[in-house]
């Protein structure tokens, strides 16, 4: 079985438009909430998840004060969110969904 090439940052961002600025935004959001134990879920499609360990290693380096979690579980779109459990669910700040395509708000289907 081949090896799978573990790609960097970089060619996910060319790959990608994983929108770092936005996320970084959000994280520093949490750090500087006053509460101590700091917890985000990030989200991916089967096709990101290959690459969930270096998107996460990316943020971890900048939030070394925030724990990450991957939910390797279904993601059939930006409606799935996970269920976690009410004791989980109480201990998450943010959930971030990764997706192959922009979510755009305006659609044929919305206009009237």
Do not use: R
Not at 26 to 48: A, C, H, R, W, Y
Not at 91 to 97: G, H, N, S
Not at 102 to 108: C, G, L, R
């Amino acid at each position: 079985m081949a090896k799978m090439h573990k790609k960097s940052m970089k060619e996910l961002q060319e790959e990608y438009d994983i929108e770092l600025e936005e996320i970084g935004n959000q994280l520093q959001e949490i750090v500087n909430n006053t509460k101590s134990n700091k917890l985000v879920l990030f989200q991916f499609p089967d096709g990101m998840k290959p690459y969930a360990t270096t998107i996460v290693d990316f943020f971890k380096e900048k939030f070394p004060e925030i724990n990450f979690l991957i939910w390797m579980e279904s993601c059939f779109g930006a409606c799935d969110v996970p269920v976690l459990g009410s004791q989980l669910e109480k201990k998450i700040d943010l959930i971030i969904q990764f997706g192959h395509v922009a979510w755009h708000n305006k659609s044929p289907i919305w206009e009237g």
